[in-house]
């Protein structure tokens, strides 16, 4: 083996794929893979980069660009960054196509190289939303969280509650629809995707305010009562009950975490500074703190929560540190480089062809999409106005920060559709009331907060990002 | 294919290793897959932390530390962190075995986790040099460079011509090997890694000190040397002859692609600072930048040279601009992320079983890898000193600088296995001096240079990079 030490880094490996060398076909893969992922960062932050200032001209949320960005180079429209998990292969990948006719890559290697770049670009942008998420806890005021708790549970409990109740009696009886589909369909209303609110807060500058940490807060809650709510109706649909063991699991084991996390990290957080201290070496504040972060991020996978969480919860304990502001400053680079994957892909992955209504399908589920779509947005606007009795709230507000499902909502749809519990046209509808709600919220959202805090200077946001944790 | 849209960034996709989903098996892979690579990442920068803050405690170049750290966790003693092409499987892995244990992975699907997380390891590693070497190219000096150019350009024939010639020429007389394995592993001799030396100058302080440029631009060279070495040796190797027009093409493309991409790159930067000052959004400066630096290094990959050249000649060309001292700062976190992986990666592929004298094949090959150290160390370091008169150089740092083989000489040893030019015993002897030359030159570089330039602050490196850059 020993011919192969160091294979796979190897600088020189371009070089297999230089015709006197064709005999290796490993190293060959290996850098037209590295090819492949540099020219789908190049794409993607171009996407990016592109989508999110038009939309910063015309005030819009930037992400909102960087969601469309990704639409209009994904599998909807120019088809340049694809995934096999979408059903497509090699060859339907511009980029793919253009490592062939640039790069010497021989068509039999392409559907490798495809499924690696393809795995890669997927897990840099699951790493993007864990580095939000940290970022978003660094952000954030684990002492306001806790004040602003009990309205925040209101806020998530009633956000699950009402768009699932009146979504599935809704389906039942208006659209006669059986009652194990409804209640998928029910079901997938009751997510919140918690990254494009967060970035649309951080955007408008409004994380730390009131508003925003209950959005957060209740978000997170959402994103754990999510988790319980799918497992449930999982079982129903499966076993035609409800396996509470499985559940009070779920739940005990998610109140552990969030709580053990804090409190061991609170613990934690004096020794973390006092050995970031004495350390000498290079990224000494950053790697320690990204070890902590992804280590809380194993321990909620392990226990069937989601990665996110941990990442979260991390930022969290250490927001409480005296490194608060030198670490924000650090991750603001990391975050510029992951996060801009996350949402791009987020929006290259959305098939569009479900909107279509020439197609048949498509227009029996486009009725129940607008019904859908009402309930969605009606039952998580209404969050907001349950909070009695604080005339100072923007409660229009809080519910509109629970509107996006995102890729949260398609899970729903996902396991529904895998289970077999959704027909076709019913899935399509949950699939459009996604996408929608997705869409539509970074602009309402600017909308029912009127206009950002102190705008940012175009100059320096790095600075801005830490003036504005310290301006709360 | 809607069912599966967002399918492999959702955060919930932990469910579905849940049991009451067990019909969904994709996605539970690529939750796996990510806590595969978190786990990864938390030894990888735990390893490098550790290695090299002993080794700034016990005045070794950190990197070294970085290194070895490597090495421990790797496939020759610790097993974490190990790689398919080393010839391991999923089940030599400890990581595998703890995800196994910890978080549900069933053995079924170990094999496709393992090599899943270890190709986005390995593609991380990749882009950590691509970053490592961005980052040298920006704290580089284009004018320096061009003005020690010739100096650079003599350290780097030098460099070649006579560790290939005495090593080919004494394999031959002194050992009765034969010509073909006799002129590979004096190719083999000719290598120089850029990266470790480049990271140890810089944690010296003394990257943009004459001595330190004039490294940097030999080994720059060294690379584009090396790649035409190796095309000529497997040429010969394969065909009996040299392939002229090959060589020929190798010659000019480097020469085009070096002096194009600076020229270009020069017209092109007075647009990149308009277009980043006109810039609204997060992350504008770095994203933009990248941009740029991926696609040189994609060029540079199409015309079979390293995309690691692209990403320096990128690197020099922003270097240039205002925005310099903007951009280092924030490349400096992204690189603390990135290029631990490198190194650690690098330590970890190092197979040390070459070393074991107990096994008859290895020690037919040290007395060979004895011989081979020798040329190897004597044959760069004679090379400052064809620098004549300038007494004021630092001869015996340049040569030293120019020591270690790193991944590149390894390149040599694998394309010669493989093509079975070498034989076993005279392969473990070329892999020895790689390991060997690898992991001296970074102490001896700081015993040469005595010792750092103004001792950084512990605090804060970021600042201190940048004052190193501003201070030249």
């Known amino acids: 083996m020993a011919d192969t030490i160091f294979a796979g880094i190897s600088p020189y490996s371009t070089l297999s794929s230089y015709p006197l060398l064709a005999t290796e076909t490993n190293p060959e893969n290996a850098s037209l893979v590295l090819a492949g992922v540099l020219v789908s960062l190049i794409v993607i932050y171009f996407a990016s980069k592109l989508g999110g200032e038009i939309c910063a001209r015309i005030n819009l949320p930037p992400v909102l660009g ?43 290697a392409a559907e490798s190289v495809f499924s690696s770049q393809s795995e890669v670009i997927s897990l840099l942008s699951e790493i993007g939303v864990v580095i939000l998420l940290f970022e978003i806890g660094l952000e954030s005021d684990l002492k306001e969280l806790i004040r602003v708790g009990p309205q ?20 039942i009886y208006l659209f006669g629809i059986a009652p194990i589909p409804a209640i998928f369909a029910g079901a997938a209303l009751t997510a919140t995707s918690i990254g494009i609110t967060a970035k649309v807060l951080a955007e408008l500058n409004r994380l730390s305010s009131k508003e925003g940490q209950i959005i957060i807060g209740a ?27 499985n559940v009070v699991y779920l739940i005990i084991s998610a109140a552990a975490f969030t709580i053990g996390a804090i409190l061991i990290g609170r613990l934690f957080s ?17 790697l320690t703190a ?15 929560l989601e990665a996110i969480l941990g990442a ?82 923007n409660k229009l507000a809080i519910g509109v920060g629970m509107i996006p499902r995102g890729e949260v909502g398609l899970v729903f749809a996902g396991v529904g559709a895998a289970s077999g519990a959704l027909s076709e046209s019913t899935n399509a509808a949950v699939i459009m009331m996604v996408i929608l709600t997705t869409f539509l919220a970074p602009p309402l959202l600017r909308i029912v907060f009127k206009e950002p805090l102190p705008t940012p200077s175009p100059e ?12 709360k």
Chains 1, 2 share one sequence.
């Open 152 to 171: 925040a549970a209101i806020v998530a409990v009633v956000g699950v509650v009402a768009p699932f109740a009146s979504g599935t009696v809704g389906l």
């Open 219 to 245: 978000a997170v809650l959402d994103d754990i009562l999510g988790i319980i709510v799918l497992a449930v109706v999982a079982s129903l649909v499966k076993t035609g009950e409800i396996q509470i063991i």
């Open 270 to 286: 004096p020794f973390f500074v006092a050995l970031v201290k004495r350390m000498k070496t290079r990224g000494q504040l950053l």
């Open 66 to 108: 960087e969601l469309v960005g990704g639409v209009v180079i994904g599998v909807s429209a120019l088809q340049l960054l694809v995934f096999p998990e979408s059903g497509n292969s090699a060859s339907d990948s511009l980029i793919v196509n253009f490592l062939e006719k640039t790069a010497h890559l021989n068509p039999e």
């Open 460 to 471: 320096n946001v790095a600075v801005e990002t830490v003036q504005n944790s310290e301006n």
């Open 312 to 393: 979260f919860a991390a930022g969290l304990v250490l927001a409480e540190t005296e490194k608060r502001k030198e670490l924000e400053e650090q991750v603001v680079p990391v975050a510029d480089i992951l996060v801009p994957i996350f949402f791009v892909c987020v929006g290259a992955k959305t098939d569009l062809s479900v909107l279509d209504p020439t197609n048949p399908t498509n227009r029996e589920g486009l009725i129940v999409a607008a019904f859908l779509i009402a309930i969605a947005i009606a039952g998580k606007v209404i969050t907001g106005f349950t909070l009695f009795g604080q005339p100072e709230l």
């Open 290 to 304: 990204l070890i902590f972060a992804f280590s809380l991020s194993y321990v909620a996978t392990v226990i069937q």
